[in-house]
């Protein structure tokens, strides 16, 4: 099994946690899933998330695996292997933190710690059946965490309960103060967008079974925000990460993607940070009106394996409804909800105001608790 880059015990006898092989822990050699740096010295110091948890007398029980230089969405990986989908093995556990989610979906881990730049805790949370949260934008510390440089990325926790992943978000998130749940009959907003029937079916009754009162929307600028997303972390990750090609050191499918992304112009970034703005400024309005807003996490169920390796084009769909809230820094969970005709598990997705995690986090829980009962 490739879950886990290296698997080791470290800290106290709380807790069992995994840590994503993008973030860094003292004695162990950083890799982010990449040949490149295969002979990567030992980290000298703890990502400040990895402090805290440490602080908290919880373990940590290895590094997990990851898409290549966490610039990927299906989670697989040539050189290291690539995660089991615990949920479904033969599909894409999903990425890039799919060895995160899939430690956690398995019961290797209570809890797993990733990153989101474009999804990439919220995609894989979803692949397998799980909890996982892209924090707000800045509010939990990225010290530690790589690349070192990014307006997009964050680091965030998977968890099969939301009591879990509100214990994790307590420890990571100095200032976290959790919050009871939603009065009855609160109002969300429901995204019109683009995905399966029969999953948006299965997400508005998982919705209306919580209690809350929905409505319809749509966000004009929604499309735009999914592009001009992946220019920034084009820009980005050339800039973190170009020096790498064509030196045979990375696989194909991140080789290929990074050289387009050296093709990405200051024009084109100037235009993606314009439509950041305006993306901002609508999410925000849409927030006066509602408590949170909700829409699916992946358009449709994951792909298999085999789809993924033939190119399908369910691939290049995985994201158009996680990325723009990485734009727009507004804190987005994903909860697993039933499909109505049994099966696999999917992502609701709740989206909040910034800096209100709390509140995004209390909604979960009462979604979660409304499914139990």
Not at 12 to 36: E, F, H, L, M, W
Not at 67 to 77: C, P, S, Y
Not at 153 to 165: E, I
């Amino acid at each position: 099994m490739s879950t886990f880059i290296s698997e080791f015990l470290l800290g106290g006898n709380g807790k069992r946690v995994a840590i994503k092989d993008s973030i860094d822990i003292a004695g162990y050699p950083t890799r982010s899933g990449s040949r490149a740096f295969a002979d990567a010295p030992a980290a000298t110091k703890n990502a400040e998330v990895v402090e805290a948890i440490l602080g908290a007398g919880w373990q940590i029980v290895g590094k997990t695996n990851l898409h290549e230089l966490a610039f990927g969405v299906t989670g697989i990986n040539d050189w290291t292997g690539t995660p089991i989908n615990p949920q479904a093995p033969d599909r894409v556990p999903g990425g890039s933190s799919s060895g995160s989610a899939s430690a956690v979906a398995a019961g290797l881990a209570d809890i797993a710690i990733g990153t989101d730049t474009g999804g990439s805790v919220r995609v894989p949370a979803a692949c397998c059946g799980i909890a996982g949260l892209k924090p707000t934008y800045g509010r939990v510390s990225r010290i530690g965490a790589h690349p070192l440089e990014s307006s997009l990325d964050c680091v965030g926790p998977f968890a099969k309960t939301m009591d879990d992943l509100i214990a994790a978000m307590q420890v990571i998130c100095p200032g976290f103060n959790v919050q009871g749940l939603p009065a009855d009959g609160a109002k969300v907003g429901f995204l019109d967008v683009a995905c399966d029937a029969h999953l948006q079916a299965s997400l508005g009754a998982a919705a209306d079974r919580a209690g809350w009162r929905r409505s319809h929307l749509q966000l004009s600028e929604f499309e735009a925000a999914f592009i001009a997303g992946l220019t920034v972390i084009n820009f980005e990750n050339w800039a973190a990460f170009g020096h790498l090609t064509g030196k045979g050191l990375i696989g194909a499918d991140v080789e290929t993607r990074l050289l387009a992304a050296s093709r990405t112009t200051r024009e084109e970034l100037a235009e993606a940070e314009a439509v950041r703005a305006r993306f901002t400024q609508q999410v925000d309005a849409a927030l006066e009106d509602f408590a949170v807003l909700l829409l699916p996490t992946l358009p449709s169920l994951p792909p298999t394996l085999s789809e993924a390796r033939a190119g399908s084009k369910t691939v290049a769909g995985m994201t158009p409804l996680v990325r723009p809230f990485n734009l727009s820094g507004h804190p987005a969970l994903t909860v697993p909800v039933e499909l109505d005709c049994g099966g696999l598990k999917v992502g609701l997705q709740i989206v909040g105001r910034k800096g209100q995690d709390e509140v995004v986090c209390a909604f979960g829980a009462q979604l979660q608790q409304s499914m139990a009962g």
